[in-house]
């Protein structure tokens, strides 16, 4: 790499990727946007079932780049893997116009499976483009995620409104389109990116199985295997409770059993500490994402039904409710982190346990609004739109808190040997996040004890009830991270 194109700004590979993963996003959320109201309205689902089928789906979507990484890593190579990853997840969107059930199901599956292979692998391009102490490359890191908001804001604000409005298949069938998009520019564009190391199969994926066949093609035929098993774990999500929680207790035992081979080796006694700090953070990254991910279930039904959402005549559709998250992101991210630069420079940067801890504080205030809301109840019993955008503002900050601290803190904490192990490891406390926060959201159905459908006065009282337990709840947690800030940084042995 030249001087030259280090002074002129970022490789040209950077903008290639954007522009495909903000796509991506926008075929991921603008499904996700709709999910929830499609299964309670178009396939009259209870809200607990619904509930519990949007966090089966996105627990699912959060462990799946464990393996499509893994698999790149090792025979199929990263674009491969990638536009392999995009043709499954378009494939799936198409699918769920079928309008049944069934169809649904598949193509939740092949989105599953896409995304395990898209997401997790299109990141690691973007590092690639980059030495391993390039300066440039937090910058880079920062606008890609720039670009994953915008494709966020995009399909909660145009994907929401279309299939709210004109039907649902309409709105599946624009994020289909959205993904093909997001295909033509990454393939397109290869030759922008065609520096990275790894992007082909790899000398493992070529060696031949049977006749033209190689082990990277019998990877990719073998994934279309794992739709129907996708499609049986989101009907028979109890299965969930029992397989994400073993692989939590076989990462934590891998995860210390590494740490202290790690000591052994280097002679040092630090890094089963560091493990044991890394699965507590996984503990609390599942707890504050369990209640942020309300947004696309007990929160959209919520402002479906207990928020009034008329701006100067124009009724606002529910879905298009989540998009506050985007935006406020994009409006903030950047502040943010100047903020943390000028705070480390003055020497009062938080340190990361009291930052997890101050993100959950936020989110528990969110929750807390809601209260404030119902003072301001209107005799349709819906509270006023101004209640969820200043809850979605303190959920928005609290992630800002949260998020990129928890990602560079994985990287930090872990031995080289074991990165890809600890961040399959974060990226599992997201899945089992997801699932959890299904199960909460049932807890806020529409539906009483007996099954009858509730009044809105009823639904409301239920609404408001679940989310200030869920406020006071978090509060407790953080102020235990906190009365526990110096033991935890102990075991972190000065990762800040």
Known sequence: MTDKTIQEGHPSGLMTLFFSEMWERVCYYGMRVLLTLYLVKSLMKGDADAALIYGAYTALVYAAPILGGKMADKYMGYRNAVIFGAILMAIGEFLILGGSEHFLMIGMGALIVGNGYFKANISTIVGKLYTDNDPRRDSGFTIFYIGINIGALLA??????????????????????????????FYG???????????GFTEEGKKKIAGPINKAHLVGILSFLL????????MQNSWLDYILLGLFVFIAYSLIQAGIKADAEGKVKIWKDRMIALIIFMLINITFWACFEQAGTSLTLFADRNVDRSIFGWEMPASM?????????????????????????????????????????????????????????????????????VLYLLHTTGELFLSPIGLSMVTKLSPKSMAGTAMGAWFLSFAIANYVGGQIAALTGGHSDSGEAM??????????????TIGFVLLGIAVLIILLNKPLQKLMHGVE
């Open 455 to 468: 009044t809105a006065a009823e639904g409301l009282d239920k609404y408001i009830y679940t989310f200030s």
């Open 156 to 185: 909660t604000t145009v994907i929401a409104y279309v299939g709210e409005t004109y039907g649902f298949k309409y709105g599946f069938g624009l994020a289909g389109f959205g993904m093909l998009l997001g295909l033509i520019i």
């Open 227 to 234: 739709i129907p098993l996708c499609y049986f774990l989101i």
């Open 321 to 389: 409710t989540q998009f506050f998250n985007p935006f406020f992101i994009i409006v903030f991210g950047s502040i943010f982190s100047i903020m943390w630069v000028k705070l480390s420079k003055i020497g009062k940067n938080p340190s990361i346990p009291l930052k997890f801890a101050f993100g959950i504080i936020q989110l528990a205030l969110g929750f807390l609004v809601t209260k404030v809301g119902l003072q301001f109840v209107n005799e349709a019993y819906q509270v006023p739109l101004l209640t969820l955008v």
């Open 189 to 199: 564009g290869r030759h922008n990116y065609a520096a990275a190391e790894g992007l």
